[in-house]
């Protein structure tokens, strides 16, 4: 009965890291709770470095989802394009008008 039960414990244990659930993403801003949820949220807060924007969204469908973030005048200063079917994102400084990451996200 006791080997059994050991059996089982490491079965379970095995099954349990060989998971593909995704620990929680620790890095969502205060008032971001709404948007933390988008595949895409981690690497934009990633690359802006700077989580002291509001975030906009100016188009969901089912092929793309297009974010604006503004700083704390309002003032408009990237934008995020997330292609739904091959979840590559795109986003651009609309200051300096460049492109800052265009990839397919892992998942």
């Given at each position: ?10 079965v379970a244990l095995f099954l349990a890291a060989c998971s593909d659930t995704a620990p929680p ?37 089912q092929e793309k989802r297009i974010l604006l973030l503004s700083d704390k005048k309002g003032v ?32």
């Amino acid at each position: 009965m006791t080997k059994k039960m050991i059996m089982v414990f490491i079965v379970a244990l095995f099954l349990a890291a060989c998971s593909d659930t995704a620990p929680p993403n620790d890095t969502v801003i205060a008032g971001h709770e709404e948007w933390a949820s988008l595949p895409e949220y981690p690497t934009i807060i990633e690359e802006i470095e700077d989580g002291d924007y509001e975030f906009e969204t100016v188009s969901d469908n089912q092929e793309k989802r297009i974010l604006l973030l503004s700083d704390k005048k309002g003032v408009e200063q990237y934008k995020s394009i997330f292609v739904k079917n091959t979840d590559r994102l795109i986003l651009t400084d609309i200051d300096d008008g460049g492109e800052i990451f265009n990839a397919v996200l892992k998942q």
